[in-house]
């Protein structure tokens, strides 16, 4: 079982480049979500998707979009990468808010 | 919003001891509450979580309490083994009709257990 997906496990981005970071679970959860990572600041949520077809803001969702892409799917996306989106990057998932399940993670580097 | 405060920041224990980390929230409609656990290089796992109609529940070694009307809850570990050693985060949720389960994390716990 493979759980949740993330691609790439790290990428280096010049300012200003974008990219998409992709993420897929095989639970057939209903929700899915994305969460950036920074020392001492713990798991902060970027956006949400309660199910398929829906997404709101999370608790820092300046600078990116998403797009839940089937019951699946589902991406994020930098517009315009800036150094402060250094992070590392977790999608998780869940059936109904219990038990996320995370992937393992995105090394994102904005130079 | 909800807001999670979670201590220490780092905790260093000898093996065999036990080790507790401390959370409090603000938000009175919380009604669930995760712990994870993280080791280097990974993703959170799921450790063990309580609901708000339960005071404590325990796992083998680990336990965890829940005080509502303090609005804290914590994580006690006994008999701790070097691969207790990770990070730990608390969360938070509000889980009901019309809530979509976002949790909301603490800032984490690094804990080292020394041989």
């Known amino acids: 079982n493979a759980g949740v997906t993330q691609t790439p496990k790290f990428q280096v981005l010049k300012t200003g480049q974008s990219m998409t970071l992709q993420c897929a679970q095989d639970?057939?959860?209903?929700?899915m979500y994305w969460y950036r990572q920074d020392p001492g600041m713990g798991l902060r949520l970027i956006y949400y998707?309660?199910?398929?077809?829906?997404?709101d803001k999370g608790e820092v969702p300046n600078g990116y979009n998403v797009s839940r892409l089937n019951k699946r799917e589902f991406s994020l996306r930098l517009e315009s990468a800036a150094p402060s989106q250094t992070s590392v990057y977790f999608c998780?998932?869940?059936?109904?808010?219990?038990?996320?399940?995370f992937g393992s993670g995105t090394r994102l580097t904005v130079v | 919003g909800e807001n999670v405060e979670q201590h220490p920041s780092t905790l260093s224990v000898q093996e065999g001891d036990s080790a507790v980390i401390k959370c409090t929230y603000s938000?009175?409609?919380?009604?669930?509450f995760p712990w994870y656990k993280q080791e280097l290089g990974k993703g959170p796992q799921l450790i063990i979580d309580?609901?708000?109609?339960?005071g404590e529940k325990k796992d083998q070694r680990i336990a965890v309490t829940l005080n509502k009307t303090a609005k804290h809850f914590s994580l006690h570990i006994t008999e701790t083994q070097p691969e207790d050693s990770a990070v730990y985060f608390c969360?938070?949720?509000?889980?009901?009709?019309?809530?979509?389960?976002?949790?909301?994390f603490g800032q984490g716990t690094t804990l080292q257990v020394k041989p």
């Open positions: 639970m057939n959860h209903n929700s």
């Open positions: 998780a998932s869940s059936r109904t808010g219990f038990g996320y399940t």
């Open positions: 309580i609901r708000s109609n339960v």
């Open positions: 969360a938070a949720s509000d889980l009901g009709s019309g809530n979509t389960g976002k949790l909301i």
């Open positions: 998707s309660a199910s398929e077809g829906t997404t």
């Open positions: 938000d009175s409609a919380s009604n669930y």
